[in-house]
């Protein structure tokens, strides 16, 4: 497990507070940001152990703002259900080192090549939601067992619902909270999430919320497109290179 001396704990505080910064700005991006660039540094299972706490709390705190929770969690429990269900059966894929670095880095590229094409699911039929959830939520999960993500394809087919702003940003997190929560179990059954990593977690924590906090106060000063474009961007190029070095 990383055990950081001080230039890494700033290098790796400073991760989580941009990671916190855009998930202020754009409400998500903390794990696909975090996850990318602690890959640079470590293997992917350490990164995602380190995650834990920052993620859920934060994703606590975007679920809990809104009055749709439960009208969410009833239309969503499909999705849900279907997360643990591939995170159960993809438990251990992040153990392997070049092929966990391999997928994150190939799932950071779809997803940023997928948002700067402006790509978007169709809707699905009211009477396919539920298996649609159910598939979606299992390779939403499948995909988190190996690389720690948890964006694909769960925030394009969110987005397809074509769910209200607040309904959005509260799904959203639920969604994450959910993934957090099971990948949490996967990492702790292998014993990567562990009282040394809990611990690390923390203190990844201020820098993650004090970041978030200050991006929630700049998204009105920024434009949300150019900024999603240049972190797409960004994505990309950390997920070519990630990918290049899983080969």
């Known amino acids: 497990m990383f055990v950081p001396n001080v230039h890494d704990f700033m290098v790796v505080s400073f991760v989580f507070f941009v990671a916190g910064g855009v998930k202020g700005v754009l409400g998500m991006g903390l794990p696909t940001v975090a996850m990318g660039l602690l890959g640079l540094m470590m293997p992917v299972a350490e990164g995602a152990a380190l995650l834990f706490l920052p993620s859920l709390i934060t994703n606590l705190w975007q679920m809990s703002r809104g009055g ?62 539920t298996a649609a959830s159910g598939v979606v939520g299992c390779l939403t999960g499948l995909l988190t067992a190996a690389t720690g993500v948890f964006v694909l394809p769960a925030v394009p087919y969110l987005q397809a619902l074509r769910l209200k702003k607040d309904e959005m940003a509260q799904a959203l997190g639920l969604s994450f909270t959910v993934s957090t929560l099971a990948l949490a179990v996967t990492l702790t059954s292998s014993r990567h999430l562990n009282a040394d990593s809990a611990t690390q977690s923390l203190l990844m924590l201020l820098p993650a919320l004090v970041g978030m906090w200050l991006g929630q106060n700049l998204r009105d000063e920024l434009s949300q497109e150019s900024f999603r474009t240049w972190l797409m961007g960004g994505l990309l190029a950390l997920g070519a290179w990630l990918a290049w070095q899983g080969l």
Do not use: D, K, N, T
């Open 68 to 129: 749709h929770l439960r009208a969410l969690a009833w239309r969503l429990w499909p999705m849900m259900a279907g997360v643990c269900a591939g995170m159960w059966l993809g438990r251990g894929w992040m153990s392997a080192p070049s092929g966990a670095m391999l997928w994150l880095g190939l799932c950071l590229v779809a997803y940023a090549l997928a948002g700067l094409a402006g790509l978007h699911l169709p809707q699905p039929r009211a009477r396919h939601e």
